[in-house]
């Protein structure tokens, strides 16, 4: 019970979103501007996956075997992301960093070149475009890497983002578009009602979101088929920048495997370059450890001798949202909206995302590429 005295906060609105990192975020800009009023709740802007992320759209060198529906998914969300990136560039006035030279995927060693030949050939038979490069042509497009990198595959069809940037700038196109936050947690949702949050107080409203991440589960009044279905997948991620603020010392995304282990390095315009990512389950846990920030300075010094001249600016870990099988869940569940579970690629997603909510809120079909991801799927 809130103490006697305190003021219970009780908003209104048409659409009530429990969660602000990208997905929130995104969804209630597009909200916002089709003309609804809406509110999201969060305790706490700026501690989810979103602001840990590395930022590649890069639908072709995630793929794997298996996820030929979500390559479709992705492939969509990648063909969507100009045309909404430009728009938000528009709406609040600040560049997000958008590039697309595309993914360079090189190998340590002969075994690590076989394992990249046999992932090509898959991502060929799905009609995505892919370079096999030998170990001086690697060097040419990326003349800082070790000669000692056996062979690569060049995947044009990547992109990457500087997601931090753009968080922050669908925040402000948010707000500028009239949409209202409110900072708190909410532990409880009501379809057609409205959420209740930690401190007591209620936003009414007949169209609830939940984009809450990794932390889905923690909510009372989801059913429990979604309850259930995300968990958090932790990943440590390295911030490095150049000492003079020099442009950075790739183009391309790198990935890297290096004796069997995996590695990316991205860039950013302004020298900084992300160095990622453990994949780990363990709970809830946000802690780095030496280990991790050993093991993927020790690979990516490997291909790319010039990192130990960086910077360490930052190790950081989040939480992505996994599910079993690794897409999102996106859709309509006992009268509440759902958009959450987008594990490794919720950053190349947001923009579809949005547009799928905003489909399902304007009572429409999203596209095709849905179908394989409603919250049905896990009944
Ligand atoms: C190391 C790492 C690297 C990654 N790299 C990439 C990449 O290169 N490309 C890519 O596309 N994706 C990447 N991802 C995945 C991507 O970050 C996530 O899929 C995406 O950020 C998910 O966005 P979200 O808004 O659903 O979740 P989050 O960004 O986690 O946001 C969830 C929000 O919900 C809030 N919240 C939690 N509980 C409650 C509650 N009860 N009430 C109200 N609010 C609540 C939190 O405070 C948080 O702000 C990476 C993730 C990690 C960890």
Same mark, same amino acid.
């Given at each position: 019970m809130p103490a006697k005295g305190v003021l219970i906060l009780a908003v209104t609105a048409d659409v009530v979103i429990a969660g602000g990192g990208v997905i929130g975020t995104a969804i209630a800009w597009r909200a916002a501007m089709s003309g609804l009023d809406v509110v999201v709740v969060d305790p $706490? %802007? =700026?501690? =989810?996956a979103s602001l840990v992320a590395a930022g590649m759209l890069a639908p072709v060198s995630e793929s794997l075997f298996g996820e030929g529906e979500l390559l479709a998914l992705n492939l969509l969300a990648l063909r969507r992301f100009p045309e909404f990136a430009a728009e938000l560039e528009k709406a609040?006035? $600040?560049? %997000?960093? +958008? *590039? @697309?030279e595309g993914t360079l995927a090189v190998a340590y060693d002969a075994g690590d070149y076989a394992a990249l030949l046999r992932l090509t050939s898959f991502r060929r038979s799905a009609g995505l475009e892919a370079e096999e490069l030998d170990s001086r042509a690697c060097r040419k497009l990326e003349?800082? +890497? @070790?000669? $000692? /990198?056996?062979g690569g595959v060049l995947f044009g069809g990547d992109w990457s983002v500087d997601n931090r940037r753009y968080a922050a700038a669908l925040r402000k196109a948010m707000l500028a578009a009239g949409a209202r936050t409110v900072r708190d947690r909410v532990t409880e949702v009501r379809p057609g009602v409205g959420v209740i949050t930690a401190s007591g107080a209620s936003v009414r409203s007949d169209q609830v979101v939940v984009a809450t991440g990794c932390w889905t589960g923690t909510i009372d009044g989801l059913p429990p088929q979604i309850r259930g279905a995300v968990r958090p997948v932790k990943g440590q991620l390295l911030r490095l920048r150049h000492p003079d603020r020099?442009?950075? /010392? @790739?183009t391309h995304t790198i990935r890297a495997t290096v004796r069997g282990a995996d590695i990316y390095l991205v860039p950013r315009a302004d020298g900084e370059m992300i160095i990622g990512a453990t994949q780990e389950e363990r709970g809830h846990d946000q802690t780095v450890t030496a280990g991790a920030v050993h093991d993927m300075l020790h690979d990516a010094m490997s291909v790319l001798p010039v990192t130990s001249e960086l910077i360490l600016a930052e190790t950081c870990a989040g939480l992505r949202p996994g599910t079993p099988d690794n897409g999102p869940i996106v859709g309509r569940a006992d009268g509440l909206l759902i958009a959450t =579970?987008?594990? *490794?690629n919720g950053i190349l997603m947001s923009a579809a995302t949005a547009d799928a909510v905003l489909a399902y809120l304007s009572g429409e079909r999203p596209e095709a590429e849905w179908n394989a991801f409603t919250p049905g799927r896990l009944a």
């Open positions: $706490d %802007i =700026g501690d =989810g609040a006035g $600040d560049e %997000i960093g +958008l *590039r @697309t003349p800082f +890497l @070790t000669p $000692d /990198v056996h020099m442009p950075p /010392v @790739t =579970g987008h594990y *490794r």
